[in-house]
């Protein structure tokens, strides 16, 4: 299967800072990628669609400002955590689509902990 | 009505026996069905896709999948404790491009 690479794969920022995230495609080139959180014990949850190329898409309640995602390259999102509270502790994970799959192949996701 | 629909669980099934897994889906357009398997602590990984109604295997997993029914299933045989995860059934919804939607998973237990 297509492979996708997310890193760092565990961070740990204090209050206010913020974190990027990276999710790279590395056998295919994906002009679309997702990015979702899951929380303890339950499922995903999209935040927003990355089109490369152009601004993202996020999903209703997702706060664009706090988490900003750049698609600059057809192998490269990033997703950007601003000013990060606790409550913004979460597993944050990537999907990427090798080919109008439906972004079937997943990151190995980003446990962020802010203290 | 939810768009995808799973039973959270746990299911629980002997070492050696056949697990089902069931999903209902709402879009009846849609076209695409995947199912992930989530260890705790992982992200999902992709196990098994299907299209067309009927049956497809992959090793000890089958799908099937109904559409007139909407539904979608998965079986593993020979349960393994390995196999003990969460299952997420995804589907991509008429309409959507290529954002999956998804269950909110079964868990699964295999004991010894």
């Known amino acids: 299967g297509a492979v996708v690479s997310q890193h760092p794969s565990r961070v740990i920022c204090k209050s206010g800072t913020s974190v990027k995230i990276e999710c790279r495609s590395l056998?295919?080139?994906?002009?679309?990628m997702f990015w979702y959180r899951q929380f303890p014990k339950k499922s995903l949850m999209l935040m927003a669609t990355?089109?490369?190329?152009?601004?993202?898409?996020?999903e209703q309640g997702v706060e664009k400002d706090k988490f900003l995602i750049n698609h600059a390259s057809l192998t490269l999102s990033t997703l950007t955590v601003t000013s990060a509270h606790p409550e913004d502790s979460s597993f944050y994970i990537c999907?990427?689509?090798?080919?109008?799959?439906?972004?079937?192949?997943f990151g190995q996701g980003t446990r962020l902990t802010v203290v | 009505q939810k768009e995808v629909e799973q039973n959270s669980g746990p299911l629980s099934v002997p070492e050696g026996a056949i697990a089902s897994l069931n999903c209902t889906y709402s879009?009846?357009?849609?076209?695409?069905f995947f199912w992930y398997r989530q260890y705790s602590g992982k992200s999902p990984e992709l196990i098994m896709s299907?299209?067309?109604?009927g049956d497809k295997e992959d090793g000890r997993f089958t799908a099937q999948l109904n559409k007139a029914s909407q539904y979608v299933s998965l079986l593993i045989r020979d349960s393994q404790p390995s196999d003990s995860a969460t299952y997420l059934c995804?589907?991509?919804?008429?309409?959507?491009?290529?954002?999956?939607?998804f269950g909110t998973g079964t868990r699964l237990q295999v004991t010894l």
């Open positions: 299907i299209y067309s109604n």
């Open positions: 995804a589907v991509l919804l008429t309409g959507t491009a290529s954002k999956l939607t």
């Open positions: 999907s990427a689509d090798p080919g109008g799959a439906g972004g079937a192949f």
């Open positions: 990355s089109n490369e190329g152009s601004k993202a898409t996020y």
């Open positions: 879009d009846r357009g849609s076209q695409s």
């Open positions: 056998d295919f080139q994906a002009t679309t």
